[in-house]
Nanobody
Framework: QVQLLESGGGLVQPGGSLRLPCAASGFTFSTSWMSWVRQAPGKGLEWVPGINPGGENTYYGDPVKGRFTISRDNAKNTLNLQMTSMKSENTAVYYC????????????WGQGTLVTVSS
């Protein structure tokens, strides 16, 4: 059974940083495309960054490019999202996603972790 367990969410001040890990199990992590998606309260699901199986190629949407960094450790079956220069509009539930043929082709996602950006 595929399991994706996000953690690391919480309260962060504008301009601050936060790191979200995702522990993956139940599938061959090292051959899977992965990504992060998010959902703000009352809004739809949005893409955040994606990463290819080997980790050498990453993909970012314009709103987060240069501030968010996605990475993976295939030896530890872990996906990470490093967020810097946080803004209020980044407040959302962040979900770790196992993807299909490429990043953001969501097949399975985790339970989510809430990130709140506020003073």
């Amino acid at each position: 059974q595929v399991q994706l367990l996000e953690s690391g969410g919480g309260l962060v001040q504008p301009g601050g940083s936060l790191r979200l890990p995702c522990a993956a199990s139940g599938f061959t992590f090292s051959t899977s495309w992965m990504s992060w998606v998010r959902q703000a309260p009352g809004k739809g699901l949005e893409w955040v960054p994606g990463i290819n199986p080997g980790g050498e190629n990453t993909y970012y949407g314009d709103p987060v490019k240069g501030r968010f960094t996605i990475s993976r450790d295939n030896a530890k079956n872990t996906l990470n999202l490093q967020m810097t220069s946080m803004k209020s509009e980044n407040t959302a539930v962040y979900y770790c996603s196992k993807d299909g043929t490429r990043a953001w082709d969501v097949e399975v996602w985790g339970q989510g972790t809430l990130v709140t950006v506020s003073s």
